[in-house]
T-cell receptor
Framework: DTGVSQDPRHKITKRGQNVTFRCDPISEHNRLYWYRQTLGQGPEFLTYFQNEAQLEKSRLLSDRFSAERPKGSFSTLEIQRTEQGDSAMYLC?????????FGPGTRLLVL | AQKITQTQPGMFVQEKEAVTLDCTYDTSDPSYGLFWYKQPSSGEMIFLIYQGSYDQQNATEGRYSLNFQKARKSANLVISASQLGDSAMYFCAMREGYRYGNKLVFGAGTILRVKS
């Protein structure tokens, strides 16, 4: 158990629909990260939070993507008007010491 | 330029033998960290081992060791006494200095298959 849960674990949606994913660290950690992993590739950084503040966003995070961490604990990642290219695994990680520990991920399939 | 390069798309190893997975990195930052993660077919990223750029000794964690050669910018993972459960995708990753927010940059991965 990595101490990070993600919900849902799987999501199938139709192109154009909005989806929201949730990440819950079991204990409070200052830094929370989101990554996206497409098939056959390593994860790519999307964004990260220091407490409630979103400190950096990757250029991969188009204006259809928005992430929040309202109380500095759990975080949500929303994708509006989904496209087939959004199909990927979305991974959340929390930083403890030098290491990032990942949740189980949310697999998104856009039809 | 690629920051993390894993040149072996796939590797086979006989059960109980040792295997080395290659990783080279590129950075001009003197402070960085190197990580290896395992990703089984279930998809979860499992942390295996960490090496800091200022660490004098190679990191070890059970059957995993990291062969850190700073001058060559390599950080190879050595798995000793391979087990069937080691079959998975393995990713090398780097964290650069703190001004980069500690985000990880990953390589493309190496698929390891352990044969019985």
């Amino acid at each position: 158990d990595t101490g990070v849960s993600q919900d849902p674990r799987h999501k199938i949606t139709k192109r154009g629909q909005n989806v929201t994913f949730r990440c819950d660290p079991i204990s409070e950690h200052n830094r929370l990260y989101w990554y996206r992993q497409t098939l056959g590739q390593g994860p790519e950084f999307l964004t990260y939070f220091q407490n409630e503040a979103q400190l950096e966003k990757s250029r991969l995070l188009s204006d259809r993507f928005s992430a929040e961490r309202p109380k500095g604990s759990f975080s949500t990642l929303e994708i509006q008007r989904t496209e087939q290219g959004d199909s990927a695994m979305y991974l959340c990680a929390m930083k403890e010491g030098e290491t990032q520990y990942f949740g189980p991920g949310t697999r998104l399939l856009v039809l | 330029a690629q920051k993390i390069t894993q040149t072996q798309p796939g590797m086979f190893v006989q059960e109980k033998e040792a295997v080395t997975l290659d990783c080279t990195y590129d950075t001009s930052d003197p402070s960085y960290g190197l990580f290896w993660y395992k990703q089984p077919s279930s998809g979860e990223m499992i942390f295996l081992i960490y090496q800091g750029s200022y660490d004098q000794q190679n990191a070890t964690e059970g059957r995993y060791s990291l062969n850190f050669q700073k001058a060559r910018k390599s950080a190879n993972l050595v798995i000793s006494a391979s087990q069937l459960g080691d079959s998975a995708m393995y990713f090398c990753a780097m964290r650069e200095g703190y001004r980069y927010g500690n985000k990880l940059v990953f390589g493309a991965g190496t698929i390891l298959r352990v044969k019985s």
